[in-house]
């Protein structure tokens, strides 16, 4: 994969493919702008050497071939050009006479989902946004497991494609979790469905030395060792493989934890999870010393999704104190995931983890194993032509 520190950008333009998928409130206001942060180094990088940029992002789920407001990237190049103190213009079509052609060095494509043919892979579309620049530059992880116009069929016309800085930097970090770990291997994997995350766990199963499961999976790998779970969230279908999997020996079941009779909170024990009666859901499990003692120990840490309801305070306990346990942690510690980085901006600093990955989905399917179609794209390319 050719990388854009590699190449001559100078006086270059460059059409960059970023995810500015951030969430804006009905004023048309950003409300989280890490995703619009991540893209600044790429962006700093091409100025510096006397480029144009074109941003190509998406923004939601739109109707194609239809413009909705809501769904408009007029908020996120405003607040791009506040983070920037540069102008930041918005392009609304394909075929503007403006593009890379005024004096604003930095310009933002309209939603590209308005246009038809993304979700499809069009090669047309492909082609199109290809041909805008000198070089087309895939900078969005986040998007890298779709094979979308933007995503894929860009980067396979287009004349000289690379991947960008943030991109470069995924790469390294997740190769380092997947390939070239050391041992303990650590990891910790929560939310709420043991389907969403089966690859992964079978995956990291065959490599790591531990498993401390949370939330919903964990509640689904408790059932499957013979406990009572109540009525807490569970994936009954999914009972006979967690049961196979934790026979191997690697999955770590949490000895204390939370109930109440409903999310909000009500007649909240905390209590052995041998203990857990009819009407009760597990809300939230505690790190035993011992499992404290595990993380402390390991050398990698793979972190992907919360332990606990920990966006409500009563059932935070067990997430923050997992936070706290791998901020501690001398090990290369590897994060994914929106709950996650969540978790960790609430609880810790993202600098007491090692890396924090941009990705959700792609995250997923890379420490799985698999090539994203994004990153075979650019694979593909030689010599970034």
Known sequence: MINLSSLDINKKNLVIRVDMNVPINNDGNVLDATRIEACIPTINYAIANNSKVLLVSHLGRPTEGNFEEKFSLKPVAEKLQKILNKPVELIKDLDSDSIFKSETNIQVLENIRFFEGEKGNCQSLGKDLASLGDIYVFDAFGTAHREQASTHAAIENASTACAGLLLEKENEFLTKALDNYQSPYVAVIGGAKVSTKLELIKYINTVADKIIVGGGIANTFIKASGLNIGRSLVEDSMIDIAKSIFEQGKIILPSTVVTSKSFEGDDIKEKSVTDISDDEMIL????????????????????????????????????????????????????????????????????????????????????????????????LKKNGR
């Open 284 to 379: 939230d499990l505690y790190l035993e010393d011992d499992t404290i003692e595990v993380i402390n120990e390991a050398q990698t840490i793979l972190w992907n999704g919360p332990i606990g309801v920990f966006e409500n305070y009563k059932f935070e306990k067990g997430t923050k104190e997992l936070s706290q346990a791998i901020a501690k942690s001398k090990a290369f510690s590897l994060a994914g995931g929106g709950e996650t980085l969540s978790a960790i901006n609430k609880y810790i600093n993202s600098d007491d983890v090692s890396y924090c990955s941009t990705g959700g989905g792609a995250f997923l399917e890379f420490m799985e194993g698999k090539v994203l179609p994004s990153i075979k794209a650019l694979n």
